[in-house]
């Protein structure tokens, strides 16, 4: 089995990701299951109908009412909580037993870049020998252009769910239909070698002095030497290319 684990900030188009890579996995005739594992997302807000649903067992807004929790702690308790459910969703993949199983998170980033509960439950849901996983991480280009510091703060977070995850990860930026051609090219360099942020610094909405950001620029590096794909979830651009990128990433780390 072949798992795609989709992560992202919050709103960076995981949910619309998870629709356009399944959709092609159905075009392509491929046996694929979608596992929604976001306990907050409505089912009238999911574009996709999940083979598997976390919601089935646990739901953000009970845990609210039930914990007296806000929504952001309430996803987290939820996220702690699933571990008592893990058993039954594995039961439910194992059911299935699809080739490649496409998997949908919530954006709540504590989660998988602090807490215990990400790494966890990944390590114990996924664990079928001869199962392979890979991240898809989706940046989303508005927090990246809003200002250097910002697109600074998203490379550090997605280096540090790299390095909470041991596993390969596949860098995406979304709605790349948003950009217009120069600043999707721009943005794709600084990604790649975030020492570029001097060079193309016309990107920014926000200017600001880039010294104290350009020091720890050339220590970033593990995952972002990595090309970052540009990818369209509404026109299916870039969709083709990141299932290559994981075709070719599970058959390494095998
Ligand atoms: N134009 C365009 N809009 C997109 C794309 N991907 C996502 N969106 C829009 O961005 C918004 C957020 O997308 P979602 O897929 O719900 O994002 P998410 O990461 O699942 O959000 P959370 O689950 O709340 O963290 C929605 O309004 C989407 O329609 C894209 O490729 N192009
Ligand atoms: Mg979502």
Known sequence: MYVAIVLGTAGSGKTLFTKALSEYLEDKNLDYAVLNLDPGVLAENLPYSPDIDVREFIKAEEIMREYNLGPNGALIASMDLLMNFIHDLRQKIQELKPEYLVVDTPGQMEIFAYRPSGPAIVENLFRFPAARCAIIYLFDPFLCIYSPSSLLSVLLLAESVYWRFELPMISVLSKSD????????????????????????????IKQDLSPILSVTDKLGTIIAKEVVPVSSITGEGIFDVFSLLLNTWSVTG
């Open 178 to 205: 948003l950009l217009d051609q120069d600043t999707l090219e721009k943005l794709i360099t600084m990604i790649n070698d975030p020492e570029k942020i001097a060079v193309f610094e016309d990107v920014f909405q």
